[in-house]
């Protein structure tokens, strides 16, 4: 694009006759921002990060971790206990210094930092641990964290030493680090100012500046910040920008440094020009796009249908050509470093149309089936016209029902879907029990796929209540889930997709949490 | 005057009850709600329920539209569901940004339309005559959305000389030298249709005009022929471009919807697929109501403009 | 009396406020400078028109009528052959055939899910062929029905006239968001909005041209020989609005078209996996710099269908006012 042979100024002199574009001779926009410079090797204080992103803030939303404003905004404004490297759930220091473990699983001493504060001045306590979880797990909130089950199971926090919480539980909490790296600290103050938007107090190392709906959120250097030195940056500020090709547009003409939501196609495009952009591929913080399947719809009650549905998925072309190479198949839902990955399990119901096609013939007869997917994200609708195909080539026939965001989340915690549906999932990255007692789809008790049964029921139970979530025996436990979910198969899994990041290469120190927060605590700009 | 206006304002006001009412209906029956799509897809039955009792949506539908258009004439919009704050600041945010390059492809339309029409209708050379026309003809018939993919596809594709969506990230007012190049585009889009159609209007108005025997004895007694298309046929063409300007400017909003879409451009459009998409019904029922409001008005002032400027339509109104 | 004085300005007036490109000068009873004086001039046009109804066959058959019939003809053609210029099935996806740029064995390029671009095109004008050939005529009738309702039955006229201007206030677009937001992407809520939009149309074409034609003499004589409402109806008020009706059904046949491909473009139309122009389109703007032959090639199909019932009707509209 840049080498199109007429310089753009000798171009806009010709033009310059022509009315509105004389205009553009002043200054273009386009070339604005200049032309990215390779990042030096010291970090330098100072500048304004400008970000894209294309979701607006929706304030009691804050604890579903749901779109891209908010992951922002927990990231630059607030601060977990622990935090998990991001390619392990090995718990590390954050605003808890250490922590202590009783015998029997059912309590939890934490050491906190007594050197934090709040953005308002206050210092930071055992009573703001208490006040986080508690509201984290609070029902007045319009959207609950999904965690919500484990932070009920936290039945009491002594306070008694300000820089000390002992958490006490119900029952042994096998993934109560995944809810301290997930419960953000939050200031009992201004609670009620979170909930219109109006402000968010937290610890860390930006302070919130202001909202505009629709259009920005602003952020500034938290001076009183923690980690000496930190952040770089004065100030963040993001603008929402709803359409993903004017996201990329933003990016290629340098009006921001850093952009989320955009396309794989575009994250692919970009990406080549090596000397301009950086790709940031979030291991460690990924999704699964699956293909559910409602159990008792006609036809799908029988498991060799599920089986046929997930011999006939071609998932390497989908990770491929949707996707764009990034990611890779799975009949499981755990990523590659999941304590709970087993490679020969994996292998269960590769792509094989043969075996698919006998499937179907012992069924006989079938009715066509509603396919269900979101029209929020492109990659729906491409990855659900995929899996048509394929189920077509092996005689199982699905008519597609794109339906907008909300119509997908009602049918989805309804339960409503009429056939099968694909969408994206979460939360196999962490502990491997979080997966089934909090993550929708899979949830013992009440999923969309409408499907019990008690061994599936017993086998989560029992993976949750280990003390130790990383222990052989929760590991053996977590083997016994990934058979039921082998065999039931109420969830044809597709592939795990991590999520990707683009950022000029003015931009270096950028970084993520496993929840796909923003972090740039130690990032600056050239 | 009065009494015209005065006699067209009721059906004016009926009209809009009707459109509340046909809105207020509409909304709820979209699938999917409120609640439910607040509470996120972890939410139990009970945080559901005290989302609709906090919404008041476990009131009567007529009791709620009472309460509704009550609010509404009192000025009350009342607040969104999902962002939390007043609607009335975030309906002006989009809506202005929708007023700019409405107003800028108005203007823009007019502009050329001023020029192109006066030459058309008086140039005698026939391979201009003819360009003129083909030009016109298709850009009456260029949909906005192909008209707009065509031109990020020069300006900004093969010749990026400008940016291809959105608005100037430092806001509309910052720099009007930047704000003016984000416009060009999507005005330019938006302005094409209305501004074919206005030239080819004003071209045959101005030569009918031109054909009037008044143009023959003026031209008989030496007047000059410029002074006789601006002085005289401008102005009795005046009236009915002056409508022909109005009934456009309506059908403006509603190409703007597109082309906002092309041009990722923030304003009433996207904030209505957005508030559709959340099921934000009160932000969804101001918008509809408001852009109603407005294609009424702008049909009211083009009926009085229309009086105004042609006493036929005033005096025959009156009888 | 003031509704005839309202009419030559009204329904002309009203016309081209849907989508954009509705031409006033082309619209019935048309707003040429003469037509928005004194309302006898319309009706005396129409009555000529009858008795020269022939030639209005002859103004398809040169000029921009011509023109306009043979890009209609030509791209209707291209919709039904489809099969046969193509080796590939519509929804077909061929195997490693991957977002290849345009080349002689996919002369628009293949896209993100294989299928060939230049095949989807071509069998996506059949969805704009379904449209403008079936829901059309279904608003045009229900339009007319309306309109003739409105000037015959005095009550029922106040009633129609609102739910017109009701209608006509939403912009269409608009009104195609709310729809399909109820019924769900897909062929129905294209219809429903076409259906929808072209009822005021031609209830205000037909109501208008009753009413004036009603003062006419020749209308007056039939009344006063006891002539039936429906015979006068049938006789003299039907043939002379068919040259308007005309006029105004190869408009709305062009803002069908715009409507049906703007609504897939938006992404509340046609359903995946079936082609439509729209679609196409839309999906191909995120790849300008790359494939452009994508947006190119369905862009022209759009716009030749657009511009050739435009054409039709501006070749029939502009012969009236001769």
């Known amino acids: ?526 | 005057m009065l009494r015209y206006l005065v006699r067209r304002v009721p059906s004016a006001v009926l009209v809009l009850f009707l459109a509340s009412v046909l809105i207020f209906a509409i909304i709820r029956l979209i699938p999917g709600d409120p609640a439910t799509s607040l509470a996120g897809s972890d939410a139990s039955p009970e945080a559901v329920a005290a989302i609709r009792h906090d919404l008041g949506l476990d009131q009567s539908v007529p009791s709620q539209y009472l309460s509704w258009i009550g609010n509404v004439l009192t000025l009350d919009f009342g607040q969104s569901y999902s962002v939390g704050g007043e609607i009335t600041s975030l309906v002006a945010d989009g809506f202005g940004n929708t007023v700019i390059l409405t107003l800028s492809a108005l203007l823009l339309a007019i502009l050329i339309a001023a020029v192109v029409g006066p030459i058309w209708a008086t140039t005698r050379n026939h391979w201009l005559e003819s360009a003129i026309t083909v030009v016109n003809t298709i850009s009456v018939a260029l949909p906005t959305f192909v008209s707009g993919v065509l031109l990020v596809l020069l300006l900004t594709v093969i010749f990026p000389v400008l940016p291809s969506a959105g608005i100037p990230p430092d806001g509309m007012f910052a720099r009007l030298d930047i704000t003016a190049q984000y416009l060009v585009l999507p005005a330019l889009c938006l302005a094409l249709p209305v501004s074919a159609v206005l030239s080819r209007f004003l071209a045959e108005t101005l030569r009918t005009e031109l054909r009037q025997p008044y143009v023959l004895t003026a031209t008989a007694l030496g007047v000059p022929r410029r002074r006789l298309l601006l002085r005289y046929a401008m102005r009795n063409a005046l009236p009915t471009t002056v409508t022909v300007i109005g009934l456009q400017a309506g059908s403006l909003l509603g190409g703007a919807v597109l082309v906002e879409a092309i041009f990722a451009w923030p304003g009433i459009g996207q904030l209505i697929e957005q508030a559709i998409g959340r099921r934000d019904y009160p932000v969804v029922q101001v918008l509809l109501l408001l852009s109603v409001f407005i294609f009424v008005v702008i049909q009211l002032l083009t009926d009085v403009v229309h009086a105004l400027l042609d006493p036929r339509v005033r005096i025959g109104g009156a009888q | 009396m003031t509704d005839t004085v309202q009419t030559p300005t009204r329904p002309a007036a009203d016309a081209p406020t849907a989508p954009e490109q509705q031409l006033p000068t082309a619209t019935p009873a048309a707003a040429t400078p003469a037509a928005a004086g004194p309302a006898s001039v319309t009706p005396a046009e129409d009555v000529a028109a009858v008795a020269t109804a022939p030639r209005r066959r002859r103004v398809l058959l040169h000029g921009r009528g011509l023109f306009g019939l043979l890009l209609v003809g030509g791209i209707l053609l291209l919709g039904l052959f489809a099969p046969l210029l193509t080796p590939y099935g519509p929804t077909e996806q061929i195997p490693g055939a991957n977002l290849l740029p345009a080349s002689g064995r996919h002369l628009f390029g293949t896209d993100e899910v294989n299928r060939d671009v230049l095949t989807r095109a071509l069998y996506g004008i059949r969805v704009d062929v379904l449209v403008v050939f079936v829901a059309v005529p279904l608003g045009a009738l229900l339009g007319t029905a309306a309109g003739t309702l409105a000037a015959l039955i005095r009550p029922a006229d106040v009633a129609v006239q609102r739910i017109f201007d009701v209608i006509l206030a939403f912009p269409p677009i608009i009104l195609a968001i709310g729809v399909t937001a109820i019924l769900g992407a897909g062929i129905t809520p294209i219809f429903v909005v076409v259906v929808a939009v072209e009822i005021p149309y031609f209830g205000r074409l037909l109501r208008s041209s009753i009413l004036t034609l009603r003062e006419l003499p020749f209308v007056e004589a039939a009344e006063a020989i006891g002539a039936s409402r429906w015979w006068i109806l049938r006789r003299h008020i039907l043939p002379n609005s068919a040259e308007p009706l005309f006029v105004q059904l190869a408009l709305s046949m062009s803002i069908a078209v715009f409507l049906e491909s703007a609504m897939s473009f938006l992404g509340i139309g046609v359903r995946p996996p079936e082609p439509s122009l729209g679609t196409i389109i839309a999906d191909a703007v995120s790849d300008l710099d790359t494939a452009p032959m994508q947006a190119v090639g369905p862009l022209l199909l759009v716009t030749g269908f657009v511009l050739g019932f435009q054409l039709i009707a501006q070749a029939v509209g502009a012969r009236r006012r001769i």
Request: a negative charge; hydrophobic letters at 40%.
């Open chain 1, 1 to 526: 694009m840049e080498n199109n042979g007429i310089s753009r100024r000798s171009l806009l002199a010709g033009l310059g006759a022509g009315g509105a574009l004389l205009l553009a001779a002043c200054s273009s926009a386009v070339d604005e921002a200049g032309s990215g410079a390779s990042a030096g090797p010291t970090p330098k204080a100072g500048g304004t990060l400008k970000v894209a992103i294309p979701d607006d803030l929706i304030p009691k939303n804050l604890f579903t971790n749901s779109n891209t404003a908010i992951t922002a905004l927990i990231g630059l404004v607030y601060e977990s206990l622990t935090r998990y490297p991001n390619d392990s759930i090995e718990p590390k220091p954050r605003l808890a210094k250490s922590w202590t473990a009783s015998a029997d699983g059912l309590s939890l001493t934490l050491q906190l930092r007594d050197d934090v504060v709040f953005h308002s001045g206050r210092a930071f306590t055992s009573k703001d641990v208490e006040f986080s979880i508690k509201a984290y797990a609070d029902a007045s909130w319009h959207a609950q964290g999904q965690l919500q089950s484990t932070a009920k199971a936290v039945t009491s926090v002594d306070t008694t030493d300000p820089h000390q919480a002992v958490l006490h539980f119900a029952h042994p909490l096998g993934n109560i680090f995944d809810l301290l790296d997930t419960v953000f600290i939050i200031d009992s103050e201004t609670v009620e100012d979170i909930k219109t938007g109006k402000g968010f107090v937290g610890t860390g190392p930006f302070t919130f500046k202001s909202w505009t709906p629709n259009s920005s959120l602003v952020f500034e250097k938290n001076p009183k910040y923690w980690q000496p030195g930190r952040p770089y940056l004065d100030g963040v500020r993001i603008g929402i920008v709803p359409d993903t090709n004017a996201i990329a547009a933003q990016l290629k003409s340098g009006q921001v440094d850093f952009a989320e939501g955009v396309s794989p196609r575009d994250i692919e495009e970009l990406s080549k020009d090596a000397k301009k952009f950086n790709k940031t591929t979030l291991a460690g913080a990924e999704q699964q796009i699956y293909v559910g399947t409602n159990v008792t719809a006609p036809a799908l009650g029988d498991v060799r249908l599920r089986q046929a549905i997930a011999y006939a998925i071609d998932r390497d072309r989908i990770i491929s050509e949707v996707f764009r190479g990034n990611g890779y198949a799975t009949n499981l839902p755990w990523p590659k470093y999941s304590v709970a990955y087993d490679a020969e399990k994996n292998k269960r119901y590769a792509y094989n149309q043969a075996k698919a096609k006998e499937l179907v013939a012992q069924i006989g007869t079938l009715p066509t089936i509603p396919y269900t997917y979101n029209t929020a994200l492109p990659v729906y609708a491409a990855t659900a016209q995929i899996v048509q195909a394929n189920l077509a080539a092996v005689g199982i026939k699905v008519e597609l029902e794109p339906v907008d965001a909300a119509t997908f989340v009602k049918q989805l915690i309804g339960a409503e879907f009429k056939g099968i549906w694909t969408t994206f999932h979460s939360w196999a990255q962490y502990t491997p029990s979080t997966l089934v007692v909090s993550a929708y789809p899979f949830n013992a008790l009440h999923n969309a796929s409408h499907f019990t049964s008690d061994d599936y029921t017993s086998a989560s139970q029992a993976a949750w209540k280990q003390p130790d979530g990383r222990s052989d025996a929760a590991i053996a436990e977590y083997a016994k889930v990934s058979d039921e979910l082998l065999e039931a198969l109420f969830l044809v899994e597709i592939g795990v997709i991590p999520f990707q990041w683009v950022s000029s290469t003015r931009l270096s120190g950028l970084s993520y949490t496993k929840r796909w927060e923003l972090d740039v605590t130690n990032a600056y700009l050239a």
